[in-house]
DNA sequence: TGAGTTTGATAGTAATACTATTATAACTGT
DNA sequence: ACAGTTATAATAGTATTACTATCAAACTCA
């Protein structure tokens, strides 16, 4: 099966993962200790065991484990805009775009045998608990100067471009966008442990709920006037 | 003047610091601190240093910084309640009360001399760049157990009872209220850092745009059908 | 074969997040 | 005014974390 590979910042790692074996378990191994310790218990340390390699052998690869958590979640971002592309690729109309599109985000994740060593469920999970940890620094301006964040802000743009296609005069499509793509991710933790702030309950239903639940805000708010 | 104070969980400190003045150093400073170093860097060496106190005292109040951090937070909601409350407590209208709150939410935080020792303009700051790591993090089981977020989950009962007062058939009311409680904060992170994600702009205007922006999503969806 | 690169092994450091002990200062009640 | 309690400061110490440095073994490819 020919794997597909995303092509990402440079300045996410310091040597190529995706080149080597060693790279590779990084990435395999970390997705696994991050989605079970959180990221605040997770150490470089604990992955080199894990691995059978050592500490100075991960820095190589990584500058420290904030830049491995950016680069997982930036190819998470590529991930879903993949998919996105997908399925909306066949589609002519803004509004069937933006309908395919919602739910792409909302649906529930699984394995995806297009990419090797990559666990797409665990690696969600590390989105709904993680994301917001990569950009919630004192750095964030010189990170984002980088193009640490291109992922995130490449996939706003392109859903917002439908949404301007759609209301022309509607003065916050960003605003929608990074609004709904984070609610999403919000609503599922929410779901699992706070769940007075939701209404998508627990159970399977809870992608489809999240699904009518991003809909009606993405819709009624731009279709009004 | 008389100053109120807010009862807070108890979880949420080992010994009460509204009680003691250095109790009152600590968190006069620490919203300080957190502020200006962000809470990654924040420590308790740091802030004692900073009140001419040690470490040791400092953890007989609080058993952690991430306590502290909640403890903030926590306050920071008690506040933003209690402004909600006298802003719509004349009114009679749920319509007109959730008018009033969006207004509570989106404006730009001024000093509030009704609290002594809490710098309300630093503290939004501080909820704005920090507040998800309150509950994204391992323990959020045990600490909502112990009724840590009790001030959020409460901010967004209540407001959430007045949209089911307008339309008692949509079914995402306490979805759509923490959607729009932690998209006010993030727009405001986005347009001081990352603006290609939202539309608020940089300038004053910011605040009247939030507002506008989340009026739309909040009565566009509700109104719905 | 041999030069260059990648990795593993080992060591070490400064800072962090605590815990423990003790002495003294400050306040409390009779 | 004095004994008893409590709060605080001062000091010390520990395990862990987040790195950095050095060097030799292994493997790569021209």
Redesign the pocket.
């Known amino acids: 099966m020919a794997t597909l590979a995303f092509r990402l910042n440079t300045h996410l790692f310091t ?1 190529d993962p995706q080149q ?4 590779q378990n990084i990435i395999r191994k970390s997705v696994e200790l991050i989605d079970r310790l959180g990221f ?7 992955l080199a065991e894990e691995i ?6 991960i ?3 990584f ?4 830049r491995l958590l950016q680069y997982l979640i930036g190819w998470y971002w590529s991930w879903l805009e993949y998919r996105i592309d997908l399925f909306t690729n066949s589609l002519s109309q803004p509004r069937e775009k933006l309908k395919a599109c919602i739910k792409v985000i909302a649906e529930e994740k699984k394995f995806d045998a297009t990419f090797d060593f990559i666990d797409e469920v665990a690696l969600h999970r590390i989105l709904v608990a993680e994301l917001d940890k990569t950009y919630l620094t004192k750095q964030v301006d010189s990170d984002n100067r980088e193009g640490l964040f291109s992922g995130f802000k490449s996939l706003c743009k392109k859903i917002s471009e439908w949404v301007i296609a759609i209301n022309p005069d509607f003065p916050f499509p960003n605003a929608l966008i990074s609004t709904i793509l984070l609610s999403a991710k919000q609503q599922l933790f929410f779901a699992d442990h706070l769940p007075s702030l939701t209404n998508i309950g627990k159970e399977t239903t809870r992608y489809i709920n999240l699904e009518q639940f991003l809909e009606s805000l993405l819709f009624n708010t731009i279709d009004h006037k």
Chains 1, 2 share one sequence.
């Open positions: 040597r080597t074996e060693l790279g605040e218990q997770f150490t470089f340390k604990k059978n390699s050592t500490e100075a052998s820095y190589r690869y500058e420290n484990k904030h």
